[in-house]
């Protein structure tokens, strides 16, 4: 088991590549949802606005 995971002197870069990897995997979908709300709300208040000075 052992050697599994030392992979013949490769382990710490095959599996720091691939814990980099997952960290990417989770982070990437979290800062989409961040930035899809921050969109989402600043078209709602361009809405707001635009409607206020029509009226």
Request: net charge positive; glycine share 8%; charged share 40%.
């Given at each position: 088991m052992a050697e599994f995971f030392h992979m013949g002197g490769y382990g710490l870069y095959v599996w720091g590549s691939f814990g980099i990897t997952a960290l990417c995997m989770i982070a990437?979908?979290?800062l989409l949802?961040?930035?899809s709300q921050s969109i989402r709300k600043r078209i709602?208040?361009?809405?707001r606005v635009e409607?206020?000075?029509q009226q």
């Open positions: 990437e979908p979290l949802r961040g930035r709602a208040r361009m809405a409607q206020e000075v």
